[in-house]
């Protein structure tokens, strides 16, 4: 019983308790990585929002689709499709949209 609070406790302690709704970011068959301090996570839905460095959800998932941050921005979008790139048998695909626009890193909307 001591093992089992110990690990509560560290989870409560650490921010981890934010992330039990979401999913990190599958990336190249791995967690997408950490970039600017933030990294990609994922609801039930598939929906993306962004977390930070210690599992705390900084921008809740709510984009169809969304980049990495880069120069302090990321470029999402609320609607499109993902498809599948001609030739990789399934394998590779890519978001298209005709909607994109970019978001700094509290989840607002800039240039």
Not at 3 to 30: E, P, R, W
Not at 72 to 82: H, P, S
Not at 92 to 109: F, L, T, V
Request: proline fraction near 4%.
């Amino acid at each position: 019983m001591g093992k089992i609070l110990t690990i509560i406790i560290a989870m409560l302690l650490c921010g981890c308790s934010s992330m039990k709704h979401y999913n990190v970011f599958q990336y190249d068959n791995g967690n997408d990585p950490v970039q600017e301090g933030l990294y990609r996570i994922v609801d039930k839905r598939g929906r993306i929002g962004y977390a930070n460095e210690n599992g705390r959800t900084v921008i809740t998932p709510r984009f169809a689709f969304g980049f990495p941050f880069k120069e302090g921005k990321a470029k999402v979008t609320d609607k499109g499709a993902m498809k599948e790139v001609p030739g990789s048998g399934g394998e590779y695909h890519y978001w298209e949209s005709d909607e994109w626009y970019y978001i700094d890193k509290a989840g607002n909307r800039t240039e």
